[in-house]
């Protein structure tokens, strides 16, 4: 189709759009388009129940051990002295790193102009506020006295103890906190439209009402769409700067102390790089199955998944060279603490294994993203992104883990062994991710209705032009 | 000393005795409010008048005794508002010169409030009491009685010893003592003609000698041992001289692991080393120079055969020859005879004896008697001589040796009666049971094992209602009450008043027995000779039985304290382990934590096997005193259960009356576990709880140590690794006032763990439970640290280094703490809030120290019994679960120091704050004091030029814990690798 268009004469955004293959390729109606996305929201089924009832178990489950492990006590854990974080820490950073993806996804390429984040981005940015839940979990679990984890926040007490704000720990819990609350709102001031053309599509009185809630009056009004149009830009130019600086304050938690594996200045774009990969994979592991499920492949196309590949190859790339960096340093730093820690302990030590999946797996992976015929495979690309996703959970287990277990003294090493209870909360997030995820797809349109709308307008107001000028035919519908 | 004096009791004719009133306000106070306890008898005085010594809140002070196999060790007690919560050694006592302490000494007071104690009287399956049991005295049990007990030298219980010997002419007493053996006895007997009690003199000795003897941890005179040697390491200038150690062992002891050279040999290798030492003495006899060496002449020759020595042994001896009159040889207790005479033979020669070697009579009643154990009690059962058997406190069931089958034997006695601390096998077969009391609850009296009378004085009322020794053989006289005071104070009748007070107050009468003037058989010299040269060093395996560093035979029961601790060589705790050296584990096969079966004959046990560094090929090591099925442990946790388990596996059935400690012909192998049908296949390994892993150093700058020569030549060795970094900020801290600090003496420390429980029992800190212990969550605020020095196997160390709490000034633990829990003081230290804690353990991470502890659980409960609650210290907070908690350099001293200087309008001076690890510690390696007032002896230590910080120079950490540098003096004819 795009061949038979010359380039010259259409407008950039049409360029942008149709550039090999297209990020749309239906062209109907947008009554019949909304009708379409909106179906999933009001119709149920037996297959439907069974994935609450799995998906919901597992919640329940997860929540079981949390409280067991909140009345015993976290030596129901694996940790110990030297590994006192292990696990629970692993888990919050992998969370946190997932939910990066989704704010770069809908903040980052709108204020870039990707046109092609508008059909993904509910989708990818419903990931993030999920994923920081999860995350959100750990660190409070983690403490040895979790109901008194508000103690980190600066709040007026009558005990006049204020945070400590040299330690990285309150600017964690102020960047998640800040994270979360502007990715939500992001993420519901853009779901606006939609609700309401849910509330004005939904079939009983009920969903009507509550669809109507939501949708909080929306009208469609252009003084509507103007307002909502600079609130999305401001929300996306106040989530963009976010992207980047959460997980380097995570990485901050790591960085500021003096543990060998642990203490070094490259962690913060170390952190972000890995948390773009590893979100980008989790957004492809979770739609290209809904992709084949709704059959949305005219929607999200092989571009979507080609584009979100090159993203992958690109941090990819910069995670490895981190590694090399971090391996070469501490050679070069002649710190024997480094050293040993970096070089003899990660590659032949009891963690060993780790660290060779994840450099093993973290080389190739990025780098089948060179083949096109992988970039537009979802097969190749959901096994990679799974490879990614192991690897990534490794990286951040060794990284932790690994460095604790053989710090300055040589007589304090002391390796980590998980219990039932450390992978049994870990399964539950999981559960507990893919339960809030499936009430997502469940019951609000998951893909942007109004900007894949938005797509087709521009698309088809140029097409209409063109063809108006001669300059092209349709061929298709 | 004579009981026979009538002498009114002293308790009565003083309206308000002191000790009395405290007594009953203890049990009035506190006994009162227990359910657990048996009401305190006769009547309570309520608190309603302070009584004039008592000021609530203020600890006071007594001494009294422990008693260690017969001989009296001095104690120091300290009592809160009538509760013993801390012991230490009384500094002024012989046995305890400075005040310092043994691990087991430390952790008995957790024996007094131990809830597992027995309480109450019991006949058959029935409570009784003691008027019961009175009346039973009198009468039926009186019929030829056999009395059992542990060895003593207490004057009271001799005497009455004696008068029920003349009130039943067939009474029978026997001495046992698993631990006793009697080759020792058997070897002064043939060279001096009889019974003796050898001592040592490490404060005058140059060059010792030790053959598998390990007198740093063998009891019952090893507080004062270790005090001496340490004398003899002490090095603070470059003109100091220090001993030197060689020692020649099977296993690494706490001796072994610090000398300056180390032969590894097996056991029954040793009286072949001492023959072979004593002819290469023979061949430079011209150097001998003492008055006795021209006597042995005759002999030498005969020993001069033999193939060429050991390069360790010829240098042994050239050292010998040139410090002659100060060196010293010592062969172990568990030796043969011939090694024993020969020893002897060596300090003779070299004229040791009378200056690093003395002998005294022997100070334990009728000592030559515990050479036949329970072996005559055992004949005496199967004759059907005995009619009541009377045991005090000792389990033979348990450590007899097994074929003496005594399980079988003692229902043949009519009557049993058992009185101890806790319920045994023994007691399960008593019929009566009679509850023993701790010291701590009763008067008493012993010898020091240089003969001082040391008083047993109580602090508490019997918290379980028992009766001491001395109250029970009272009864069997015809005792109508029995009362501990007054039969002590009767029998010390012809002491005044006021000498008794003195005596009471200082916790002995001094005055030691002179030393025995002797001469040494020339007869058995040469049949020792004769004898040792015809032994044969064993093949095969052989297996060396040993008491355990830290609980010995097992003698004090059931102490958690204790069974936690790691053992000070190879950091294992809960339990003990078949111990090979590395080389034959890899022999054999047999990796760490497999279960493997240990034989001899047709004994064998089940244990874990534990490769352990510096041990001498083909020997197995196995440690008395686990394994004690009356006390059960929680051992393992599955999903939703719990095992429980006596702590370690009991190695007394591998044991014989002949062959009691070394075995020659064992052998060993991995246990499969038996196949039962239908049920799960026994597992074939275990973990262990290994406190740690690692021994290397890895090169790293942390226990810093020099050669004598090197240090000589360059006193600032350590420079390099404690220069002060370069740093943009400065100092954090400006400080105006008293700033404190410690000093650990490397050099001196002997790594036997006396501190750590000294720790524990100061600051409450939990046990964790053997789980737990194998996850690696042990609560010490202070551990010792072992790493290995020297290349090879044979002559390693192990050296020990204290690590606790180092108080940085740049203290990386304090900047992460999210929540301000951990903060500088204006003096100095570095302070633990546990209150505000939330428990993120960011400050453990980030410690390079690793001395922080976590409470993964509530280990303290709530719901303990609540005797363990009156053992805790009431100046120390009880930690719940979910904080972080560290050495605090004992705060609670500090600042109770500082309220006492303020209120008299003085300023604290340096050596009032003493921390409990620096009281405990037998050698001194530990001082604390004000580093702000540069005479103090710690500002001394610190400028001292083997000074250094940990992790100084690579952090910049600047801790205010500074170590001494550890001194090695080898002797250059050996070349040590330094």
């Given amino acids: 189709m795009a061949e038979t268009i010359d380039l010259r004469h259409v407008s950039p955004e049409y360029a942008k759009a149709v550039d090999e293959p297209s990020i749309l390729l239906t062209r109907a109606p947008e ?92 989708f990818a940015e419903a990931m993030t506020i999920f994923a920081v839940i999860q995350a959100a979990i750990y660190p409070a679990l983690h403490l040895g006295r979790p109901w008194f984890a508000y103690w980190i926040l600066p709040y007026p007490s009558t005990m006049g103890v204020w945070p400590n704000y040299r330690s990285a720990l309150p600017w964690d819990a102020a960047a998640i906190s800040t994270y979360f609350t502007v990715s939500l709102l992001f993420w519901y001031m853009g779901m606006l439209p ?142 024997e603490y480094e050293f040993y820690q970096i070089v003899v302990w990660r590659l032949s030590g009891p963690f060993a294994w780790a660290v060779w999946t994840v450099y093993v797996l973290n080389f190739v992976c990025p780098n089948l993203m060179w083949f096109k015929r992988v970039r537009t495979s979802p097969i190749w690309l959901f096994v990679i992104s799974i490879l990614i996703n192991v690897a990534m959970w490794l990286e951040r287990f060794e990284l932790i883990v690994a460095s604790l277990a053989s710090d300055f003294l040589p007589s304090s090493w002391r390796n980590f062994t998980p219990t039932f209870i450390d992978g049994s909360i870990f399964l539950g997030t999981i559960c507990f991710f893919l339960f809030l995820f499936l009430l997502f797809l469940r019951f609000v349109p998951f893909i942007s209705i109004s900007e894949t709308k938005e797509i087709r307008h521009i698309l088809v107001s140029e097409e209409e032009r063109l063809e108006r000028s001669g300059h092209a035919r349709r061929t298709d519908r | 000393m004579s009981e026979r004096h009538p002498l009114p009791i002293v308790q009565d004719d003083e309206a308000v005795s002191r000790r009395g009133f405290l007594e009953l306000l203890g049990a009035g106070v506190f006994l009162g409010g227990l359910a657990a306890c048996e009401s305190p008898r006769g009547e309570i005085v309520p608190y309603t008048r302070q009584p004039r010594e008592v000021v609530p809140g203020k600890p006071r002070i007594y001494a009294t005794s422990m008693i260690e196999r017969g001989y009296a060790t001095g104690i120091l007690a300290t009592s809160s508002s009538g509760r013993p919560t801390k012991v230490d050694g009384n500094p002024e006592h012989p046995a305890t010169p ?21 309480s109450g009287f019991r006949k058959g399956g029935q409570a009784s009491s003691w008027r019961l049991f009175l009346q039973e005295a009198r009468g039926p049990l009186r019929e030829k009685l056999h009395v059992l007990m542990g060895p003593t030298s207490s004057p009271l219980l001799i005497a009455q010893l004696g008068r029920l010997r003349e009130q039943l002419p067939d009474a029978v007493f026997h001495f046992y003592d698993p631990l006793h053996s009697p080759s020792e006895q058997e070897g002064l007997r043939r060279s001096f003609g009889r019974p003796l009690l050898r001592r040592y003199h490490f404060e005058r000795a140059q060059v010792i000698a030790s053959f598998d003897s390990d007198f740093l941890a063998d009891p019952p005179f090893r507080v004062r041992y270790a005090h001496d040697f340490a004398e003899n390491r002490r090095v603070h200038s470059a003109e100091d001289g220090m001993s030197r150690l060689y020692v020649a062992e099977g296993e690494l002891g706490l001796a072994g692991a610090l000398a300056d050279h180390r032969l590894r040999c097996r056991p029954s290798e040793i009286t072949a080393l001492l023959r072979s030492l004593l002819a290469e003495i023979g061949r430079r006899q011209a150097r001998l120079s003492g008055p006795g060496a021209g006597k042995w002449r005759r002999l030498l020759p005969d020993a001069a055969g033999g193939q060429a020595p050991h390069p360790w042994i010829r240098a042994l001896a050239n050292d010998l020859l040139s410090k002659q009159g100060r060196g010293l040889v010592l062969a172990g207790e568990r030796q043969p005879a011939e090694a024993q005479i020969l020893a002897d ?51 033979p069931l348990y450590d007899a040796p097994a074929e003496l089958r005594l399980s079988t034997l003692l229902p043949l006695a009519k009557r049993r009666v058992y009185s101890g601390l806790w319920e045994n096998q023994t007691s399960k077969a008593c019929e009566w049971f009679v509850p023993g009391v701790h010291y701590l609850e009763q008067w008493g009296d012993g010898r020091a094992y240089d003969g001082t009378v040391s008083l047993i004085q109580p602090l508490i009322r019997p918290l379980y209602g028992g009766r001491s020794p001395a109250e029970i053989l009272s009864a069997l006289l015809g005792d109508e009450n029995p009362d501990g005071s007054r039969l002590l104070r009767t029998s010390y009748a012809q002491l005044p008043r006021q000498a008794w007070e003195q005596a009471l107050q200082r916790g002995f009468i001094p005055g030691a027995l002179p030393e025995a003037q002797l001469e040494l058989s020339v007869d058995a010299g040469r049949a020792a000779l004769s004898a040792a040269g015809s032994t044969e060093a064993s093949e095969g395996i052989e297996i060396s039985i040993r008491p355990d560093l830290k609980i010995g035979g097992g003698e004090q029961g059931p102490n958690d304290w204790l069974l936690e601790l790691p053992d000070p060589i190879t950091r294992l705790s809960w339990g003990n382990a078949a111990q090979v050296s590395p080389a034959t584990a890899k022999e054999l096969g047999l ?126 060795f350590v420079f390099p690794n404690d220069e002060e970094v370069p740093d943009l900020y400065g100092s954090p801290w400006s400080y105006t006032g008293q700033q404190w600090g410690m000093s650990v003496d490397l050099n001196t420390c002997i790594g036997c763990n006396a501190c750590v429980v000294a720790c524990q029992a100061e600051n409450n800190t939990p046990t964790v439970g053997r789980i737990d212990a194998t996850k690696g969550r042990l609560m010490h605020w202070i551990r010792i640290d072992r790493y290995r020095l020297g290349e090879s196997d044979d002559d390693m160390r192990l050296l020990p280094q204290p690590m606790m709490c180092q108080h940085c000034e740049k203290a990386p633990c304090e900047y992460v703490c999210p929540v301000n829990a951990t903060v500088h003081s204006p003096d100095g230290l570095n302070e633990m809030v546990y209150n505000r804690c939330i428990g993120t353990r960011f400050c453990s991470n980030n410690c390079p120290y690793k001395v922080r502890r976590f409470n993964y659980f509530r280990y303290n409960a709530e719901d303990m019994p609540e005797t363990l609650k009156m053992l805790k210290n009431p100046d120390v907070s009880v930690r719940g679960r979910g904080v972080i908690e560290k050495c605090t350099y004992c705060v609670q001293r500090i600042r109770g120091a500082q309220i006492e200087a303020r209120i008299q309008q003085r300023e604290l001076r340096d050596g009032e704050v003493r921390t409990a690890c620096q009281v405990a510690c037998p050698t001194n390696a530990i001082v604390f004091g004000l580093i702000s007032d540069p005479e103090s002896p710690v500002s001394k230590l610190h400028a001292l030029s083997r000074s250094y910080g940990v992790l100084q120079a690579e952090l910049g950490t600047e801790p205010r814990t500074r170590y001494l540098a550890y001194l090695r003096n080898p002797n250059p004819e050996l070349d040590g690798d330094g």
């Fill in chain 2, 98 to 118: 400075g005040g310092g302490s043994w691990p087991n000494q430390q952790a008995s007071i957790l024996d007094l409030y131990d809830p597992a104690r027995a």
């Fill in chain 2, 345 to 395: 033979l060596l300090n003779e020669l070299l004229g040791n004896l009378g200056e690093t070697v003395t002998f005294t009579e022997p100070i334990l009643f009728e000592a030559e008697r515990l050479d036949q154990g329970v072996g005559p009690l055992a004949a005496a059962l199967e004759r059907g001589e005995v009619g009541t058997l009377l045991v005090l406190g000792v389990d």
């Fill in chain 1, 31 to 122: 009554g019949e388009l909304t009708a379409r996305l909106l179906a999933p929201a009001f119709q149920g089924g037996p297959s439907w129940k069974l994935a609450f009832l799995i998906t919901g178990g597992g919640t329940l489950f997860a929540w079981t051990v949390i409280l067991y492990s909140v009345l015993a006590g976290i030596g129901t854990w694996g940790n110990n002295m030297p590994v006192a974080w292990a696990f629970a820490i692993t888990n919050f950073v992998w969370w946190i790193g997932i939910g990066h993806a989704g704010t770069f996804i809908s903040a980052v390429l709108l204020i870039l102009e990707q046109t092609w984040r508008n059909s993904i981005n509910r």
């Fill in chain 1, 194 to 335: 939609d609700l309401a053309s849910a509330r004005d599509a939904a079939p009983t009185l009920l969903k009507r009402r509550l669809y109507g809630i939501f949708a909080m009056g929306w009208r469609g009004s252009s003084r509507n769409w103007r307002h909502y149009q600079i609130t999305c830009l401001l929300l996306g130019a106040l989530a963009t700067p976010l992207v980047l600086s959460v997980h380097s304050v995570v990485s901050f938690d790591f960085a500021i102390t003096q543990l060998p594996g642990w203490h070094s200045t490259i962690f913060p774009p170390y952190f972000v790089a890995g948390a773009i990969y590893s979100g980008f994979a989790m957004v492809l592991t979770l739609m290209i199955p809904v992709r084949r499920i709704f059959r949305l492949h005219d929607i999200i196309t092989t571009r979507h998944l080609e584009a979100m590949a090159k993203m992958i190859l690109v941090t990819g790339s910069v995670l490895y060279y981190t590694y090399a960096v971090e391996t070469f340093i501490s050679w070069y730093s002649g710190n």
């Fill in chain 2, 591 to 716: 990796a760490e934590g497999q279960l493997v079966e240990v034989s001899w004959q047709d004994r064998s046990i089940r244990l874990p096997l534990l490769p352990v560094q510096g041990m001498a090929d083909r020997l197995i090591s196995l440690r008395l005193g686990w394994g004690n099925p009356s006390h059960l442990r929680d051992w393992e946790r599955g999903l939703f259960s719990k095992d429980h388990k006596a702590a370690g596996v009991s190695v007394y059935p591998l044991r014989s009356s002949e062959r009691p400690w070394i075995l020659s012909g064992g052998s060993i192998r991995a246990s499969l576990g038996e196949e039962t049908p239908l049920l799960p296949p026994q597992p074939t390994r275990t973990t262990l709880a290994i406190a740690q892993t690692n021994l290397d150093m890895h090169e790293r700058p942390i226990l810093l140590g020099a050669t004598l020569e090197a240090y000589r030549a360059k006193p600032d």
